[in-house]
């Protein structure tokens, strides 16, 4: 039921909402921002090669990042009225794009890690599982914390605004979710830190092996980047445990939820795509670089393409037969 007002008590609650509002705003135009400045490479690397799982999950993550947005724009403008029934769907629609969200950075994580690790079925297997439970669990708790969460309209001096009540257990079940998602990125970035730094010490002992150990250091940017993002959103999301934020509209929590939604945003739709990005990109310059006739070895990062580059040297790492989908 729609709450209309115009009591100026309310004043206070307009204005912090107001500033919630600033950071959506904001955080929807860094993303669309990041999507045309990258649209190009996208172009490039992602619509004019031959298409692959990694290629799905790209172009996944980055539309419905915009979507994303989208959803999280609309009910947070004051001049849009949404009923209850629709802000309701529209946050449950959010939090399953999430969940799908997570689960393909999850693949994409995995793809990295099987390559990193020469293809190693038994690594591949490990990781699937690991995944697939994370995933599961995440999804039960997913369902249970959005039958808890409910959306109420408020016309509030000629304003339209819209607060959502969590009852139940729903603010513990979110942080239980990532929980569960932190303890599977430490473990993903244990396993890039170990698998980097035995390479790097095995290319110590070699004259050869530049380009693998520049190869390393862009997955491994790339990699402690997004932990980087993601044990920001993490940490927030875990300060929602404190009644002080979750139970209060003060414009300090505002600020506080706003900051979240940026790091949120970026964390997936922005790093998550570039995981891709970045690896497609130094394949392609190592092609160009080989077509100049510059003698280095490199590691592959296109499906089935094998690249060696010199009369005498071979790639010792076959860092992608997966078809530059790293």
């Not at 190693?120 to 039960?140: D, E, F």
């Not at 304003?159 to 599977?184: K, M, P, V």
Request: glycine fraction near 6%; charge should be negative; include cysteine.
């Amino acid at each position: 039921m729609t709450l209309v007002s115009n009591d100026p008590s309310w004043w206070p609650t307009i204005s912090s909402f107001s500033i919630f509002s600033y950071f959506v705003v904001a955080s929807s135009a860094a993303l669309v921002y990041d999507w045309a400045l990258t649209f190009g490479q996208e172009i490039e690397l992602i619509w004019k090669r031959r298409w692959s799982l990694v290629t799905v999950l790209y172009l996944n993550l980055r539309y419905i990042g915009l979507i994303n947005a989208a959803l999280i724009l609309l009910p947070n403008l004051p001049s849009i009225l949404l009923t209850d029934t629709v802000s309701d769907a529209m946050d449950a629609l959010q939090n399953w794009l999430n969940f799908v969200v997570n689960a393909m950075l999850g693949v994409i994580m995995i793809h990295r890690l099987h390559v990193m690790y020469r293809r190693s079925r038994g690594i591949l297997i490990s990781l699937a599982v690991i995944i697939l439970a994370v995933t599961i669990a995440c999804g039960v708790v997913t369902a249970k914390a959005n039958s808890y969460i409910t959306a109420e309209a408020l016309i509030l001096s000629g304003t339209y605004q819209c607060i959502y009540n969590y009852g139940g257990d729903a603010q513990i079940l979110i942080s239980t979710n990532w929980i569960l998602y932190t303890t599977w990125e430490v473990l993903a970035l244990c396993l890039a830190i170990w698998i980097a730094v035995k390479h790097f010490r095995e290319l110590q002992q070699s004259s050869r092996g530049w380009t693998i150990r520049d190869c390393f250091t862009v997955l491994m940017q790339a990699h402690i980047v997004y932990f980087a993002s993601f044990t920001a959103v993490s940490c927030f999301e875990l300060g929602y445990l404190s009644p002080q934020l979750s139970n209060s509209s003060s414009m300090g929590s505002q600020i506080y939820g706003g900051a979240l939604e940026i790091f949120q945003l970026v964390q997936m739709f922005v790093l998550g795509p570039r995981l891709i990005l970045s690896i497609r990109e130094y394949h392609d310059k190592l092609v160009a670089d080989s077509d100049a006739g510059m003698s280095m070895t490199t590691m592959d990062f296109q499906e089935h393409v094998h690249i060696s580059i010199g009369s005498d040297m071979s790639t010792g790492t076959d860092l992608s037969k997966a078809g530059s989908d790293v």
